[in-house]
């Protein structure tokens, strides 16, 4: 490991202009690429306290044994040098976009003399014009096949082409006229050639005119009665109307754009690009990354631009650029896409109408394939038993640990807290052993112990001895403890005080009808969360006297693994297949909590009166609703009233008017301008608050607290 301090330039030596800077390894290998418009004030970050420098640049500042760089004008020379060195020297350090497979385009072979149309993958090359990408190979043959019976463009590769020059005889597709066959003087190469650019035109979205002519033409093959002329025209309407139904519409105003949006997570990052021609979507394409450096979505974004346009001029580059953070500074950016257009590029955050809600689309198939691909990733069974290696080799265990539980707690402002406990078998989910729990906190109470220190540590102590209790409860009804042995037991019937099951991952039931148990104990259990979380989890299985089960917490801001007792924490590299498992396990306990914490702040914001009453379910309260009009006026309605809804029995009415009385009434309203009380308001059917908005969440831990809810 290298001290910068022995590689760093004298500030006097670093120019104060704008350049492109390269950091190099002791093999003198390209770690690192980056531009600036200082490069005296951008160095100068590098060289500091390493404590200050986030974990990734501390790695490569460290790595590195030299950096130099290069003066230039403008910042937007930086941007083009900067994309040029990246391409060239691959740095390991740099954020690095990979095709997640190589999209096939439809190319139309404009420099060659009977230019083909076909599917090309890889490298763009010069005077051919490229439509997509595509998804899929057989969506460009499906297109070309609709298309060809209106332009008869050649398709065939240069063997079969002088084959058929050489015979005379052309192939099939000239036979059923689906091919203009020039390879047998059919068509001159002009007539070809028009045909070609014809149909470059049509995949270019100039549609309306060429329909138009084609509308013409059969009216007047009618009209001269030409009825096969015109039959045929018609049915190269259609082919074309057919062709373009595949690609909808999907902004009015036949705009030109592409958007990017970005998906990530602390480790990784999706983007997905539409690619919109004459209003309609023509190609689609999505690229990963791992992010071994720290950088902000603004970045992510601009390090696409490159990618995408690096290679590109003229139309290739759109007219509107949507993205979903600008790159800062945004003006050389623009100005780069400018020259590589040729004209104004208008680079922006759609903020209302067809375009935000085309962008919305895009940012749920970036999610989608940010998870696709960790998805994949963690299928495989390689991966995953090298992760169980580096984690047992990291945290020093005997032996891999083949299951893992991972526990996180979740509350609003201290309301409705409770956590959540998933479990990972050799590295897979195993949601019929999920688990999930009301916090108690004291004589019963579920909010959070306020003024009386670390709330989510007290939580993360009663969460893991409640559930290892029940562990140990169960080691002693199965005959492994000795008869006689004091084992101490929670006092809930099913492990699962005031929580319920989570309907979608499982049973909570054997095959006899008894609830499970928590029969099954874990190599290794993690939180969520650092120091102080650790010590709980670790202090309560210490109470409990289990000792042969490991504890470690990740922590979110860092991504740094704490030990019990431990100062410092356990880096795991950043391209760490054990790191990754961690992340998803803490990452699946966290989703968990939070569901099931919006799940009883929903319920708890929907409760009334109503709900007390034994046996009456959802569809008779709210006929009583429907009837009465409002709660005030059931609870002032006699036991025959109640009687008269449909489905109300007398037993029934007489229950619920026997609850409602109990039930204290609503507190009169009262006008605030003038302090009078307003007794003639009605009590309304409860409604939904401000608390059921969606706000961003995160779990709260001591040295990291961003949001009110965790």
Request: proline fraction near 6%; glycine fraction near 8%; hydrophobic fraction near 35%.
């Amino acid at each position: 490991m290298a001290d910068p301090s022995s590689y760093r330039p004298k500030p006097g030596d670093i120019p104060d202009c704008p350049g492109v800077y390269r950091f190099r390894d002791e093999h003198r290998r390209v770690i690192y690429v980056g531009k600036a418009k200082s490069l005296r004030q951008r160095l100068a970050n590098y060289f500091q306290d390493l404590a200050n420098l986030h974990p990734r640049t501390r790695s490569m500042v460290t790595t590195a044994a030299s950096v130099e760089w290069t003066v230039v004008s403008t910042e937007v020379e930086a941007l083009q040098l900067e994309y040029s060195w990246i391409k060239e020297f691959d740095p390991r350090f740099n954020v690095k976009y990979r095709d997640d497979k190589s999209y096939p385009y439809l190319a139309v072979t404009m420099n060659e003399e009977f230019p083909r149309v076909q599917v090309m993958r890889g490298h763009k090359k010069k005077g051919v014009r490229y439509f997509g990408p595509y998804g899929h190979a057989w969506a460009i043959r499906d297109t070309v096949d609709l298309l060809l019976r209106v332009f008869p463009v050649r398709t065939c590769s240069a063997g079969v082409f002088k084959n058929a020059a050489r015979t005379g005889r052309p192939c099939l597709l000239g036979y059923i006229g689906k091919c203009s066959a020039p390879c047998v003087g059919r068509v001159s190469a002009e007539e070809h050639r028009e045909l070609a650019e014809d149909f470059s035109d049509f995949m270019a979205g100039r549609t309306g005119t060429y329909l138009r002519r084609l509308e013409k033409q059969m009216t007047e093959a009618a009209e001269e009665m030409e009825y096969e002329r015109a039959a045929r025209l018609r049915d190269d309407i259609e082919a074309l109307k057919k062709a373009m139904e595949k690609n909808a519409v999907v902004l009015a105003d036949a705009t030109d754009a592409d958007l990017i949006a970005v998906a990530e997570d602390e480790l990784e990052a999706a983007v997905q690009i539409f690619h919109v021609r004459g209003g309609r979507v023509r190609g689609q394409r999505g690229w990963v990354t791992d992010k071994v450096e720290d950088v902000t979505t603004g970045a992510l974004v601009e390090h696409a631009l490159q990618q995408l346009y690096g290679e590109e001029s003229g139309d290739a580059v759109p007219k509107e650029v949507l993205v979903p953070a600008l790159p800062e500074p945004l003006e050389p950016v623009q100005e780069w896409l400018a020259e590589r257009r040729g004209s104004n590029v208008s680079l922006r955050i759609p903020q209302r109408g067809d375009k935000k809600a085309l962008m919305e689309t895009v940012q749920r198939n970036a999610q989608q394939g940010l998870v696709l691909h960790k998805t994949r990733r963690a299928s495989d069974l390689t991966t995953r038993s090298r992760a169980l290696e580096e984690i047992a080799e990291a945290l020093d265990l005997d032996s891999a640990p083949l299951r893992i539980e991972c526990y996180d707690i979740s509350h609003l402002q201290g309301d409705d807290v409770v956590a959540s406990m998933v479990v990972f078998e050799d590295g897979l989910q195993r949601k019929s052993e999920y688990r999930r729990f009301q916090i108690k906190g004291r004589a019963g109470d579920t909010r959070l112990w306020h003024g009386e220190g670390q709330d989510d540590v007290r939580s993360m102590h009663e969460v893991i001895t409640r559930r290892f209790k029940r562990y140990l409860a169960e080691k002693e009804r199965t005959g492994e403890w000795a008869d006689g042995e004091d084992v101490p037991v929670d006092g809930s019937p099913d492990g699962l005080p005031d929580g319920a099951p989570d309907g979608p991952v499982g049973t909570l039931v054997e095959d006899d009808g008894r609830p499970k148990r928590f029969a099954y104990p874990p190599q290794l259990v993690v939180v969520d969360g650092g120091q102080p979380q650790v010590a709980a989890a670790q202090r309560a299985l210490d109470e409990l006297g289990i000792d042969d089960i490991a504890v470690c917490g990740l922590a979110k801001r860092l991504e740094e693994v704490w030990l019990p007792g431990e100062d410092d924490p356990v880096v795991l590299p950043r391209s760490s297949e054990g790191l990754y498992l961690l992340q998803r396990v803490r990452d699946e306990a966290h989703r968990f909590a939070i569901t099931y914490q919006r799940t009883r702040r929903a319920k708890r914001f929907r409760s009334g009166p109503l709900d007390d009453v034994p046996g009456l379910g959802e569809t008779r309260k709210q006929a009583l609703i429907k009837h009465f009009g409002s709660v005030k006026r059931l609870r002032s309605a006699t036991i025959d009233q109640i009687c008269g809804v449909p489905g109300i029995g007398r037993k029934t009415a007489e229950t619920i008017a026997a609850a409602l009385a109990q039930a204290a009434p609503a507190a009169p309203a009262v006008n605030t301008a003038t302090g009078e009380i307003m007794e003639d308001v009605e009590e309304a059917p409860p409604a939904t608050t401000a608390g059921d908005a969606e706000t961003p969440v995160s779990t709260s831990v001591p040295d990291d607290r961003r949001g009110q809810e965790t």
